[in-house]
């Protein structure tokens, strides 16, 4: 278990430093619906990942055993065409980085936040990290690695458990703390909304490149 563990968290770090859900989330707890939006969103973040990496999870599981030699082609194959998505994703976002004196764009959903309701707030929290294509990938990479571990079904349950806590850590940490002292973190989330949305692309960028790159060196191997 303890090996599945090592393996995830990396990419639950790609998800954690997401920088649009954060953006996201503060956008929300800046608002004036914030404590409802909020934990709105964050539960239909940890709702994706969960159902993501179980999905994945449950399909890697299902792969046929590849012999006593030690080699995994079909895994291999699946983890070559994962991080070889990664890289293109990472060189999209690099590609698409403001220019020197630029301003980042955001989505134009993040525009009508102010008049977000609970059911989307979840639901939108929900598409960001199940469906979002990046993440979709880091998901999928995960739920590999905890399938392909051979691990009975309660260790399969804690490190997923694991995996959302720590992918979901960078949104829950803003909402709790907003909950608890709202007047104090103001200034420094909205400090924070701007750094993230000037830096996203970029923190992305490099961020896929690693994760892509490792990916690929355990495809190789696995042949």
């Known amino acids: 278990m303890t090996e ?38 964050l539960l239909g973040w940890m709702l994706g990942i969960v159902v993501a990496v179980t999905v994945f999870t449950l399909l890697a599981s299902a792969l046929p055993d590849e012999g006593s030699d030690a080699s995994a082609p079909i895994l291999g194959t699946i983890q070559l065409v994962l991080g070889a998505l990664l890289l293109l994703l990472a060189l999209r976002q690099w590609r698409g980085r403001p220019k020197a004196g630029e301003q980042a764009t955001l989505p134009k959903w993040m ?67 907003y909950l608890i002292a709202s007047e104090k973190l103001r200034g420094p989330l909205d400090a924070l909304r701007e750094w993230l949305g000037r830096e996203n692309a970029v923190i992305m960028a490099i961020l896929l490149l690693v994760i892509g790159v490792t990916l690929v ?6 042949f």
């Open 4 to 41: 599945a563990i090592g393996a995830i968290l990396p990419l639950a770090l790609g998800i954690a430093i997401s920088p649009i859900p954060i953006i996201a989330a503060i956008l929300m707890l800046l608002s004036p619906r914030a404590r409802v939006t909020s934990v709105g969103f």
């Open 111 to 177: 525009q009508a936040i102010d008049q977000i309701t609970f059911p989307r707030a979840l639901g939108l929290g929900f598409l960001l990290s199940g469906l979002n294509p990046k993440n979709l990938l880091l998901g999928a990479s995960a739920g590999v690695a905890i399938g392909s571990a051979a691990l009975d079904a309660g260790a399969i349950a804690v490190v997923i458990v694991v995996f959302t806590l720590l992918a979901a850590s960078t949104v829950a940490v803003p909402v709790v703390a």
């Open 217 to 222: 060196g355990k495809g190789i191997a696995a």
